[in-house]
């Protein structure tokens, strides 16, 4: 009788010995039942006085599946480009080539367009801070916490609670408010082309 291929009174004698050690040893039982499902092909090539001394294995998490990747539609995210050129010039602006202006004229410009797109986006969206302390103020951050809402930056180690300081309150949208558009909008066009007669 050999270990890879034991002869058929050998099986018949491992049984009844396995089946006895299974009913006295829990560990042993549940290496057994371990390697019957498959995860413990490792386990079958240690003999069992090894087997019966080694600890038994934490058990791993199981792996997440991967995130199901959505394609978002453009619309929207045009719609507001669109609201923020009407409002704000903000494309006319981003796309100026402003290297030969001062910086005072800049600054004029620049203030022209952050009042009209904070007007904009306060039109028609609600926009929240996401935590309420100021910047600078010390947190602790429980397990479980929202990770989608809130980043960890600089010496990040260990599991949760953190504590840390806020170096920005993140901002959240409550509600979206943008006008209903016609099936026969482009919204591509984020500014029609003007031709003065």
């Known amino acids: 009788m050999t270990d890879s291929n034991p002869s058929f009174l050998g099986r018949i004698s491992l049984a009844v010995s ?7 040893d829990g560990e042993f039982a549940a290496g057994v039942l371990r390697l019957r499902n ?9 003999p069992p006085a090894a087997a019966a001394s080694m600890p038994t294995p934490a058990p791993t998490p199981a792996p997440q599946p991967a995130p199901t990747l959505k394609e ?11 609201l923020l050129q009407r409002d704000a010039r903000f494309i006319d602006f981003v796309e100026e080539d402003i290297k030969h202006y001062s910086d005072a004229d800049i600054g004029v410009a620049a203030r022209l367009v952050h009042e009209g797109c904070r007007a904009t986006l306060r039109e ?10 100021a910047e600078g103020s010390r947190v602790t951050l429980a397990e479980g916490f929202d990770a989608s ?3 960890l930056t600089g010496n990040v180690v260990g599991r949760a609670p ?15 408010r ?11 066009v984020i500014a029609p082309a ?4």
Do not use: C, M, Y
């Open 18 to 24: 396995t089946f006895f050690r299974i009913l006295g």
């Open 38 to 46: 498959g995860e413990g092909e490792a386990a079958a090539s240690t």
């Open 72 to 82: 978002a539609s453009p619309d929207a995210a045009l719609q507001l480009l669109g």
């Open 124 to 133: 028609h969206f609600t926009i929240r801070p996401i935590r309420d302390e």
């Open 149 to 151: 809402a809130i980043r």
């Open 162 to 176: 953190f504590s840390g300081s806020i170096s920005h309150r993140g901002w959240r949208v409550d509600e979206v």
């Open 178 to 188: 943008l006008p209903k558009l016609t099936d026969s909008h482009n919204a591509k």
């Open 194 to 197: 003007e031709v003065e007669l």
